[in-house]
């Protein structure tokens, strides 16, 4: 039987106001835009993470998607990262935090040609959109360079809790959550957004090298950063 291990793991009042716009803007790319409730806060900038409500309809009115849909929570994506269609890319850089927005976007800006789900080709689609809140990502804990141990592979590991209880070894079943980044920092991934942690068998490559090596080095319970 696969013995189960718990190991977190870590990978080195909306509020609206003002008034709209006034009438649909296009930029050069074909976007088309209207502030209905202008926000306070600042516009999010490329990296930043944005948690944003939607609805989606196409020309005719039929909703394809919502935010608003039982059980669905606000969506979140990153400025910039190429995860959601480039015309939403483009539209909530120009709103401030807070605010709401009807958005117009040409195929080109969208899916194209292909079809999508409840969406045929060369659709344009329709959005109204309300940043709700630029995210601000956590960081990584400051540890010295001396503090790290290295192994025989290269990888650099500083336990920040030890944990308790015995290490996983190879077949074993471990439960992880992780925050990625850039070694210069930039925010890539929290595994907590999604709730629950991630299972990984032990040695059976299932993840990338330093992974398997590194949640070896750990104890359940355990919080370790790695490079």
Same mark, same amino acid.
């Given at each position: 039987m696969?013995?189960?291990i718990?190991?977190?793991?870590?990978? =080195?009042a909306?509020?609206? $106001?003002?008034?709209?716009?006034?009438? &649909?803007?296009?930029?050069d790319?074909?976007?088309? !835009?209207e @502030? &209905?409730?202008?926000?306070?806060?600042?516009?999010?900038?490329?990296? %930043?993470?944005?948690?944003?409500? !939607?609805?989606?309809t196409?020309?005719?009115?039929?909703?394809?998607d919502?935010?608003?849909?039982?059980?669905?929570e606000?969506?979140?994506?990153? #400025? /910039?990262?190429? $995860?959601?269609i480039?015309?939403w890319?483009?539209?909530?850089?120009l709103?401030?935090?807070?605010?709401?927005?009807?958005?117009?976007?040409?195929p *080109?800006l =969208?899916?194209?040609?292909a %079809?999508?789900?409840?969406?045929?080709?060369?659709?344009?689609?329709?959005?109204e959109?309300?940043?709700?809140?630029?995210?601000?990502?956590?960081?990584? =804990? +400051?540890?010295? *360079?001396? %503090?790290?141990?290295?192994? %025989?592979?290269?990888?650099?590991?500083?336990?920040?809790?030890?944990?308790?209880g *015995?290490?996983?070894?190879?077949?074993?079943? +471990?439960? #992880?959550?992780?925050?990625?980044? @850039?070694?210069?920092?930039?925010?890539?991934?929290?595994?907590?957004?999604?709730?629950?942690?991630?299972? @990984?068998v032990?040695?059976?490559?299932q993840?990338?090298a /330093?992974w398997?090596?590194g949640?070896?080095?750990?104890?359940?319970? /355990?919080?370790?950063?790695?490079i």
């Open positions: 696969k013995r189960l718990w190991l977190p793991l870590l990978l =080195a909306l509020f609206v $106001s003002g008034c709209g716009s006034g009438g &649909l803007q296009t930029t790319s074909g976007l088309q !835009y @502030i &209905l409730t202008e926000g306070e806060g600042p516009m999010p900038n490329e990296g %930043d993470r944005v948690r944003v409500d !939607y609805t989606g196409l020309e005719d009115g039929t909703e394809f919502s935010s608003h849909q039982p059980g669905r606000p969506f979140e994506f990153v #400025i /910039g990262s190429g $995860s959601v480039a015309g890319d483009e539209a909530l850089r709103l401030p935090e807070g605010s709401t927005a009807k958005l117009v976007i040409p *080109d =969208a899916y194209g040609a %079809d999508r789900p409840g969406i045929p080709g060369n659709s344009t689609l329709l959005f959109v309300e940043l709700l809140e630029i995210v601000v990502p956590p960081e990584p =804990a +400051a540890v010295d *360079d001396g %503090d790290y141990e290295v192994t %025989d592979s290269g990888l650099r590991y500083h336990h920040l809790s030890e944990g308790s *015995d290490m996983p070894v190879e077949g074993e079943i +471990a439960y #992880i959550h992780y925050v990625g980044w @850039i070694q210069d920092g930039m925010f890539l991934i929290d595994s907590h957004e999604g709730g629950q942690p991630t299972p @990984i032990i040695g059976q490559n993840v990338i /330093g398997d090596e949640v070896q080095l750990m104890r359940p319970g /355990g919080v370790t950063q790695f």
